[in-house]
């Protein structure tokens, strides 16, 4: 479904608060910032192998988190069903051009489902 790069990146955005400062830290430069275990290693004073241990134990803290909760399971599904539900409504409205007013409604309904996602689902607000 995703892969494995975002994956991570999902998990440390739903769970990486849940994670010790100092974990938070470490994933934080190398998944948000893009920073090599060498330069972590640097900004800590900790070697490469140090970084990498704390990256794979925040890692499988995450994933615990996630066979816990099940938040970002959840959100995938709710994303895959709001595309689904944008794509059935843009066919209706493709396919009932002339009836205004039922145009209109349709586009009151995408609306609706375009303020759930930004302030319900979008996982900026987790």
Do not use: P
């Amino acid at each position: 479904m995703i892969d494995q790069i975002t994956r991570k990146n999902l998990l440390f955005d739903f769970y990486g608060k849940l994670l010790s400062e100092k974990k938070r830290e470490v994933m934080s430069l190398y998944y948000e910032e893009d920073m090599s275990l060498a330069e972590i290693g640097s900004e800590f004073g900790i070697s490469r192998a140090a970084v990498f241990d704390s990256l794979k134990k925040g890692e499988k803290e995450l994933e615990k988190y996630e066979q816990e909760l099940g938040l970002l399971e959840k959100y995938l599904k709710q994303r895959q069903a709001f595309t689904e539900v944008e794509a059935l409504l843009g066919e209706i409205q493709e396919g009932w051009k002339e009836d205004k007013a039922l145009v209109e409604r349709l586009k009151q309904i995408k609306d609706v489902l375009y303020q759930i996602d930004k302030d319900v689902i979008h996982i900026d607000e987790v």
